[in-house]
């Protein structure tokens, strides 16, 4: 069976977007892009949003809670140190990224990165950084990074199965992607209610960041958010 590792922009996407295989059978592994722990002192954006107090503080509890909510599932994640959108000052080069991503993983197995989904800059990053990869002969494709994707709802054809019905979220996805899912074929996994629950446990573990997400983007009000997840594979 081959091996698949989840790219995942921040501690806490690959639980959020891929329960389905973290929780399964296979060789699954998890790499955190944008995990760099920043000086003391500072306070990002979003660690103000989530009652931080010191960024580097924040940063560590952020890795404790990912360990918490991976072990549920018997995995582990590699953190790459780049540094979080929130305490950038310029551009991050995509090159550095690729690298440091291609070091990581496996020649042979299958690379799943953020499909960008919401236009978040860290998941454009991440995936610009995965598709350089596929011009060098590696497998990549693609996921739906939640809760962002579902900002607008799933498309219908993710709920209802039907892939050539056209809605608002099915379009903005389409714009989202522009070509990035070129000879990928679309996967739908809907939770049952057992993995469903377990999946909310994990989550649960990312005590400083749940909270702020789901104000956000009304996951208590809306919990087919969590049911379902895409993924685009080669």
Known sequence: MEATVILSPHQDDAVFSLWHLLAGDGDV??????????????????????????????????????????????????????????????????????AAIAATVPRDALLLAPAGLGAHPDHRLARSAALALRGRDRRVGLYADVPHATRHGWPAWVTNGAPGDRDEASERWRTDLSGADDELDARVHALAPAEAERKLEALARYRTQLPALDAEFSLKQRPEALRFEVVWAP
């Open 29 to 98: 592994s998890v790499v955190n892009v944008f995990t760099g722990v920043p000086a003391p002192g500072r306070v990002g954006w979003w660690d103000a949003e989530t009652g931080a107090v010191d960024a580097a503080e924040r940063a560590h509890e952020r890795r404790r809670e990912d360990r918490a909510a991976l072990a549920l599932a018997g995995r582990s994640a590699i953190n790459l140190e780049f540094a979080d959108a929130q305490y950038r000052e310029g551009e991050q080069a995509v090159e550095p990224m690729a």
